[in-house]
């Protein structure tokens, strides 16, 4: 057991106070679409995989530093509130575990680590990583997060920036409607997946002054516009024929199914359990979504189809 940074008496794991700190959780969830994205460029432009393994090494690399950078100016920025609500009050940088000029110089490094990185595979994937980062800290955590109900709309830029820097990685130009519409299925995805978390977490929100939309607007306005977003997403899908029908298919058919949920479980259960559902389902589609994604192409690369 390491001593905590700080030097405080609590034996806590080094590695799980970094870990923490840089939201490895996170880290783990947006390498999915960021592989996605990856393999589905190496699919469409028919690039074999031993020819990009350094490139392929670099993007995973360069997005964990990147992500984690994020996750750790996040952290520092926030802990006033994180220590308000309860499911983040046992952060490092609420309980004192690790210092705030430590967390600051571990994003630093991790940023410019990142995006020295992602630029070793091409340029473009430097600057959609420099931007995702951007946006995240500046747009979302130091601005929106506190002031507007549309704090989701604007942190999905950057939650869905992973699979245009997989894609980018690997060929520089991000303008073919397939990778468009994974783009753009991942900026709609992010806003029933944190509206649903909202409001089971609807008291600590609005205990910590966070204007969710479900905190400010209520539940059956947040309902409306969840519906809304997943008809949009039904619609995105069809970008996915330029390539597949099958891949079409698949999110037509996850993005109904979670509109019927939506439209039905509204109507029959309460607004907790319309909640959890939705949080579930979410979970649920962007694994079957992402997941197929990567399948199709790697079976496409390796077996020439």
């Given at each position: 057991?390491?001593?905590?940074?700080?030097?405080?008496?609590?034996?806590?794991?080094?590695?799980?106070?970094?870990?923490?700190?840089?939201?490895?959780?996170?880290?783990?969830?947006?390498?999915?679409?960021?592989?996605?994205?990856?393999?589905?460029?190496?699919?469409?432009?028919?690039?074999?995989?031993?020819?990009?393994?350094?490139?392929?090494?670099?993007?995973?690399?360069?997005?964990?530093?990147?992500?984690?950078?994020?996750?750790?100016?996040?952290?520092?920025?926030?802990?006033?509130?994180?220590?308000?609500?309860?499911?983040?009050?046992?952060?490092?940088?609420?309980?004192?575990?690790?210092?705030?000029?430590?967390?600051?110089?571990?994003?630093?490094?991790?940023?410019?680590?990142?995006?020295?990185?992602?630029?070793?595979?091409?340029?473009?994937?430097?600057?959609?990583?420099?931007?995702?980062?951007?946006?995240?800290?500046?747009?979302?955590?130091?601005?929106?997060?506190?002031?507007?109900?549309?704090?989701?709309?604007?942190?999905?830029?950057?939650?869905?920036?992973?699979?245009?820097?997989?894609?980018?990685?690997?060929?520089?130009?991000?303008?073919?409607?397939?990778?468009?519409?994974?783009?753009?299925?991942?900026?709609?995805?992010?806003?029933?997946?944190?509206?649903?978390?909202?409001?089971?977490?609807?008291?600590?929100?609005?205990?910590?002054?966070?204007?969710?939309?479900?905190?400010?607007?209520?539940?059956?306005?947040?309902?409306?516009?969840?519906?809304?977003?997943?008809?949009?997403m039904f619609g995105i899908s069809f970008l996915l024929s330029s390539l597949s029908v099958g891949l079409m298919?698949?999110?037509?058919?996850?993005?109904?199914?979670?509109?019927?949920?939506?439209?039905?479980?509204?109507?029959?259960?309460?607004?907790?359990?319309?909640?959890?559902?939705?949080?579930?389902?979410?979970?649920?589609?962007?694994?079957?979504?992402?997941?197929?994604?990567?399948?199709?192409?790697?079976?496409?690369?390796?077996?020439?189809?």
């Amino acid at each position: 057991m390491a001593e905590t940074i700080n030097g405080q008496n609590q034996k806590t794991p080094l590695l799980k106070i970094l870990s923490q700190t840089v939201k490895t959780g996170i880290i783990r969830s947006n390498l999915v679409p960021m592989f996605a994205g990856l393999t589905l460029s190496l699919y469409t432009y028919q690039i074999s995989i031993t020819d990009k393994l350094l490139e392929i090494l670099f993007a995973f690399l360069g997005s964990i530093f990147v992500i984690g950078a994020a996750g750790a100016f996040n952290n520092l920025y926030d802990r006033e509130i994180d220590a308000i609500m309860k499911r983040t009050q046992g952060r490092p940088t609420v309980t004192g575990e690790i210092k705030p000029g430590t967390v600051l110089w571990l994003g630093i490094v991790m940023a410019i680590a990142g995006i020295i990185l992602l630029c070793l595979t091409t340029p473009l994937a430097g600057l959609l990583g420099f931007l995702g980062l951007f946006f995240y800290v500046f747009p979302y955590t130091m601005w929106s997060k506190r002031r507007t109900v549309y704090n989701t709309e604007i942190g999905s830029i950057s939650g869905a920036m992973p699979p245009l820097i997989g894609w980018a990685a690997m060929y520089p130009d991000i303008t073919h409607p397939a990778i468009l519409g994974l783009f753009v299925i991942a900026v709609i995805w992010q806003m029933p997946h944190f509206y649903s978390i909202a409001i089971r977490r609807h008291e600590e929100y609005q205990t910590a002054g966070i204007p969710m939309l479900p905190v400010v607007k209520g539940v059956r306005r947040t309902y409306i516009q969840t519906n809304i977003y997943l008809i949009v997403m039904f619609g995105i899908s069809f970008l996915l024929s330029s390539l597949s029908v099958g891949l079409m298919l698949v999110s037509l058919i996850m993005s109904l199914g979670w509109l019927m949920l939506s439209v039905f479980g509204y109507q029959r259960m309460d607004s907790e359990k319309w909640a959890k559902s939705m949080f579930i389902y979410s979970l649920i589609h962007m694994t079957v979504v992402f997941s197929t994604v990567i399948i199709y192409s790697l079976m496409g690369i390796i077996f020439k189809l």
